[in-house]
């Protein structure tokens, strides 16, 4: 899934709690929550930042056009090719050390996964790894020892 630079941001002010954003929502990311001011409730959605795609369709359902789009304070890196894809949905998911590392029958190779994944799973290097310009580096790096290796991208030790 790839997400898009922008991300939904309700205005609280404008909005009349209608829902419709709320029921438009692909993947369901807004919660209305109902609140009390001036002793009357008002439901008002709440968008889960971590999973909006910044998709933009929760706004174009909002009359009142309480529901922006707002610039994300981090920049998407949008992968270029499958191999980039791919590789940064492994780094996401954390299994990027089991397609570089696959052969069951090697020792090193279960030792470098291990090595490897406990490495990528380290907090400094995973809040390094979403800097955009680490992660173009490291991608350029995969793809040049993959060109280098000359079959698929699994590395052979
Ligand atoms: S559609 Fe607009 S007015 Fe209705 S709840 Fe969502 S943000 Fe508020
Ligand atoms: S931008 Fe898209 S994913 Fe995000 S809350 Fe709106 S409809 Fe849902």
Known sequence: MVTSNYIAAPDDEDCVGCGLCAK???IEVIEMVAERTDGKEK???????????????????CKPRAMRLVKREQRVLHPETTFRRT???????GT?????????????????RTLVGAFLGLPPVKRALMSDALRSS???AMEGAVRRQGQGWVVDL
């Not at 590789?87 to 998911?93: E, K, N, P």
């Open 96 to 112: 990027l050390q089991n397609q570089i590392f696959a052969s069951p029958h090697s020792g090193t190779q279960r030792f470098m």
């Open 24 to 26: 438009a929502c692909p």
């Open 138 to 140: 490291f991608l350029k």
């Open 87 to 93: 590789v940064l949905q492994c780094l996401d998911r």
């Open 43 to 61: 439901k008002r959605p709440v968008v889960d930042r971590a999973f909006c795609l910044g998709c933009g369709v929760c706004g174009l359902k």
